[in-house]
């Protein structure tokens, strides 16, 4: 089968072909429909050999939607024909986080081993792909795979951060989305969805401020160095309740600490290695400053039932498998708007 996979350090990915994988006990194999291209993917591929803690070759996609089609002995819980969205951060299952459904905050990951499907397991940029437990799979319905897989990411990692701020996003509030891009733009539409604060959107240039526009923001502001002020003016001088920065590079995590008001959540979602310094009198008072990873299992189902609810349309550009490379070259120059998606079997 044809597989996307990054086999050299420092190189581009390459599309290659490798034997079609076989089901454990336990696992389930499937026939991927559609797969999610991500930053993180990119922060993977710029890191020297000694950062890299992945085995080599790494089939790419932590992003996936696909088919069942076989069952390894003894796995239950799905059938052959569901149509399922793969949840990424994969834990141990037992300890008390994964017990509550957050494998995201796994306790014991790290020490055994475990790494999700494109992020150290083989991932979803391929014909087929393995799932290790049906637990960490979400039915999908009759919803599109193209529109719906990038929502095992890029939904549910904004709507995991949303959600831990919701007390502060009551009605009168605002919200600034730093970054309107692949997560960004979902997130305008979650925050949308889910309260009714203003929403202030930032990004580097119109064509993607015109996408945060169009899928709800209330204001948008070119991100350069006049955006703080902008903000502050926006909010009548007293910053936003909630920041949320889905690019956190070092410029970009300067100006979500210039934009909190008093009390204010700033939440760093983006992998830019940006650091936002912490004390007394350096943001403003009672500032919460956070960097979550990925979400639950439970808030990934809840991501679904807004996308049959209608309320997320996610903006794609869909490649070919072959056209992969491209993808990602186009995702590095900031080419896509929105999210790109690999069609492993269109």
Not at 87 to 100: D, F, H, K, Q, S
Request: with cysteine; proline share 6%; net charge negative.
């Amino acid at each position: 089968m044809k597989a996307v996979q990054y086999r050299t350090v420092g190189a581009a990915p390459e599309v290659v072909e490798i034997p079609k994988p076989v089901p454990g006990p336990g696992q389930i194999l499937l026939k991927v429909t559609a797969a999610g291209v991500c930053h993180s993917d990119i922060a993977v591929m710029s890191w020297p050999a000694e950062q890299l803690t992945y085995p080599m070759p790494l089939t790419l996609g932590h992003e996936g939607v696909g088919t069942v089609v076989e069952l390894g002995e003894g796995a239950e819980g799905v059938s052959i024909g569901d149509n399922v969205a793969v949840y990424g951060p994969w834990g141990c299952g037992t300890c008390v986080n994964c017990a509550e459904g957050r494998e995201n905050y796994c306790l014991r990951a790290e020490e055994l081993g475990i790494m999700p499907p494109g992020l150290g397991n083989p991932g979803a940029m391929a014909e087929y792909m393995i799932v290790d437990n049906a637990r960490h799979l979400v039915q999908i319905g009759d919803l599109d795979p193209v529109k719906t897989v990038s929502l095992t990411d890029a939904g549910l990692t904004p709507y995991h951060a949303i959600k831990r701020s919701l007390p502060k996003l009551v009605p009168g509030a605002t919200a600034v989305v730093i970054g309107t891009g692949g997560l960004g733009h979902v997130a305008i539409q979650l925050l949308r969805a889910m309260t009714a604060v203003k929403v202030v959107a930032l990004d580097v240039t119109e064509d993607k401020l015109e996408l945060a526009r169009k899928v709800g923001a209330h204001e948008t502001v070119l991100s350069d160095e006049n955006a703080a002020a902008k903000v502050r003016e926006l909010t009548g001088g007293t910053g936003a309740e909630v920041v949320l920065d889905f690019v956190g590079v070092d410029a970009t995590v300067k100006t979500a600490g210039a934009v909190a008001s008093v009390d204010s959540d700033v939440t760093i979602v983006g992998i830019g290695g940006g650091l936002l310094p912490v004390g007394f009198g350096v943001l403003p008072f009672a500032t919460s400053v956070t960097a979550p990873y990925w979400g639950s299992r439970k808030e990934l189902a809840e991501v679904i039932e807004l996308a049959h609810a209608g309320a997320v349309d996610v903006h794609v550009e869909t490649f070919s498998i072959d056209e992969a490379p491209l993808a990602y070259e186009r995702l590095h120059d900031g080419k896509i708007n929105g999210r790109a998606v690999i069609l492993p079997n269109g």
